[in-house]
Nanobody, 124 residues
Framework: QLQFVESGGGLVQPGGSLRLSCVASGLPMADYEIAWFHQAPGQEREGISC????????NYANSVSGRFTISRDNAKNTVYLQMNNLKPEDTGVYYC?????????????????WGQGTLVTVSS
């Protein structure tokens, strides 16, 4: 079973940047499309970015397009999320999961179990 461990979260001021990492284990990550999901406080988890097996194409939610960049290093079994120009509404827990990247983010249904996630807090 494909499993993930997320890291890289923390406290950052508005306008700042963070880079999240997601390390996979259990199965060859290179065989799967991977997405990042965001769960804001008191809200449902939602997909924000997805990457295909070889790194292109990628797909982004409107809320993060132009600010976030997803990438992957299959040799390291790791997916990254570079987050720039962070906003308070980006606060929450970030998870990665195996899913199909086709269609809108609302249609991404993960087939892997959720990890612990990593907490991002954007506040001055």
């Amino acid at each position: 079973q494909l499993q993930f461990v997320e890291s890289g979260g923390g406290l950052v001021q508005p306008g700042g940047s963070l880079r999240l990492s997601c390390v996979a284990s259990g199965l060859p990550m290179a065989d799967y499309e991977i997405a990042w999901f965001h769960q804001a406080p008191g809200q449902e988890r939602e997909g924000i970015s997805c990457i295909s097996r070889r790194g292109s194409p990628t797909n982004y939610a409107n809320s993060v397009s132009g600010r976030f960049t997803i990438s992957r290093d299959n040799a390291k079994n790791t997916v990254y999320l570079q987050m720039n120009n962070l906003k308070p509404e980006d606060t929450g827990v970030y998870y990665c999961a195996g899913t199909g990247c086709a269609g809108r983010p609302g249609s991404w249904f993960p087939w892997t179990s959720w990890g612990q996630g990593t907490l991002v807090t954007v506040s001055s």
